[in-house]
Each structure stands twice: as structure tokens, then as C-alpha cells.
């Protein structure tokens, strides 16, 4: 199973971007899906979680900015992040809870994409 995050980039303040996360290889479901964000300097924190019935959970740091959302068909998460703030610049990973087997999960991360917000 492989986790491939894309979509950051160089954004002004105010401005938005779109984060994808494609999960690929072969696996039974995905369960909890999470956007971590790790700034330099700083440890890794846990921006956004959606759970395999769409329940979220955010930060308090990006509530009401960040919308996290996924597409089970096509086995994608995405962090649609508007009103960006340069406290927001980092490297975001996306991580998963995978269902490989009938009685084994696992957690995977996937390689980071960076975000950077800055005019």
C-alpha cells in the first residue's frame, strides 16, 4: 500500500490550495484517514481526520478553514485549506488506517507535500 500526497505549493496569505492523497496497492478498505502537518522546527501535529463513515475532526488551529474530505471510490482524501495563514506553512502528510487482510490493519503515511504560505 502506498500513500501519494500532492497539491502544495507557494500560496499568498488568504489564498487556498487543494491537498490529494491517493492511496494505491491492494487492500480490503480504508478506515481513518488523517492530515498531519509538521512546520520546521516543530513536532508533527494532526491537522484533520475523517473516519470511514465521514465523521471529521480538525485542529483547533485550522477549524472553520480547512475542510477535510475523501472519495472512496477512488481511494482519495483531500485537505481543501482556504484563508491560509503563514503559520500554516509545512510539510502535510497524509496517513491512513488500512485494512490489508481480514484481521490486519495498518497505518501508513504517505510522503508529505509542502505548503507554503507567504507573500
Known amino acids: 500500500v502506498q500513500l501519494q500526497a500532492s497539491g502544495g505549493g507557494l500560496v499568498q496569505p488568504g489564498g487556498s490550495l487543494r491537498l490529494s492523497c491517493l492511496a494505491s496497492g491492494t487492500f480490503r478498505e480504508i478506515n481513518d484517514m488523517n492530515w498531519y502537518r509538521q512546520a520546521p522546527g516543530k513536532q508533527r501535529e494532526l491537522v484533520a481526520t475523517i473516519t470511514s463513515g465521514g465523521s471529521t475532526n480538525y485542529a483547533d488551529s485550522v477549524k472553520g478553514r480547512f475542510i477535510i474530505s475523501r472519495d472512496d471510490a477512488k481511494n482519495r482524501v483531500y485537505l481543501q485549506m482556504d484563508s491560509l495563514e503563514p503559520e500554516d506553512t509545512a510539510v502535510y502528510y497524509c496517513?491512513?488506517?488500512?485494512?490489508?487482510?481480514?484481521?490486519?490493519?495498518?497505518?501508513?503515511w504517505g510522503q508529505g507535500t509542502l505548503v507554503t504560505v507567504s507573500s
Open positions: 496517513n491512513a488506517d488500512v485494512r490489508t487482510a481480514l484481521f490486519r490493519t495498518r497505518n501508513y
